[in-house]
């Protein structure tokens, strides 16, 4: 009931690309859906977060859709670029933070 | 203004030594979070403060792992009689709220247990 599950596990992209990262997650009880990225050496960065009552929430070149029948939400990165190669994680809270497995992703030039 | 910040930012010790892992949260938050993280995966939660006391423990692994935040500021994670299996990535974050929403990590402390 705690678990996220996310996927793909690795993402490669062309410069422009809009790749598409999915979590799934069991527990009703979750109120909070953020994403972070990271990058190699550092600590995860939070990138956007939405609640369930809503079902997308942009921030920039950063989408997030929400299923909430179907327990799942995910994250489109628009226009991606080069430096947005990093990994990714999602996440889902009710007090402490539930992360997904995370998604290597590589934009190429 | 400052992020929150961790020391040191490695640490290599050897099996059955002592080792703490300080964290210093963002000014004002009153919510701190201890994580680890293992190599090409997410970070696991081990412990929550709301100010200096522990609100949810349930993360820590086993009784050689300890935190404590006596001034509902700077935390200290210790752990004892360290293990190879305890070698991780340590992870803080704050929050300005305990719901568990918008916590934002520190760089972490990378513990190596030889």
């Known amino acids: 009931q705690q678990q996220v599950k996310q996927s793909p596990q690795s993402l490669i992209v062309q410069k422009g690309g809009i790749p598409i990262i999915n979590c799934a997650y069991e527990?009703?009880?979750?109120?909070?859906f953020p994403w972070y990225q990271q990058f190699p050496g550092k600590g995860p960065a939070l990138l956007i977060a939405?609640?369930?009552?809503?079902s997308e929430k942009k921030e920039g070149r950063f989408t997030i859709s929400f299923n909430k029948s179907a327990k799942q939400f995910s994250l489109h990165i628009m226009d991606s670029q080069p430096g947005d190669s990093a990994t990714y994680f999602c996440?889902?809270?009710?007090?402490?933070?539930?992360f997904g497995q995370g998604t290597e992703l590589s934009v190429k030039p | 203004g400052a992020g929150v910040s961790q020391t040191p930012s490695n640490k290599v010790t050897e099996k059955g030594k002592y080792v703490e892992l300080r964290c210093d949260p963002i000014?004002?938050?009153?919510?701190l979070y201890w994580y680890r993280q293992s190599l090409g995966q997410g970070p696991e939660f081990l412990i929550y403060?709301?100010?200096?006391?522990?609100?949810?423990d349930s993360g820590l692994p086993n009784d050689r792992f300890f935190a404590v935040r006596p001034e509902g500021s700077v935390s200290t994670l210790k752990i004892q009689r360290t293990e190879r299996g305890d070698s991780a990535v340590y992870l803080c974050?704050?929050?300005?709220?305990?719901?568990?929403?918008?916590?934002?990590f520190g760089p972490g402390t990378r513990l190596t247990v030889l």
């Open positions: 974050a704050s929050s300005p709220t305990g719901t568990g929403s918008e916590q934002f």
């Open positions: 527990n009703t009880a979750f109120d909070y």
């Open positions: 939405i609640r369930p009552d809503v």
């Open positions: 996440a889902a809270s009710r007090g402490k933070l539930i």
């Open positions: 000014s004002g938050h009153t919510a």
């Open positions: 403060f709301q100010g200096t006391g522990a609100a949810d």
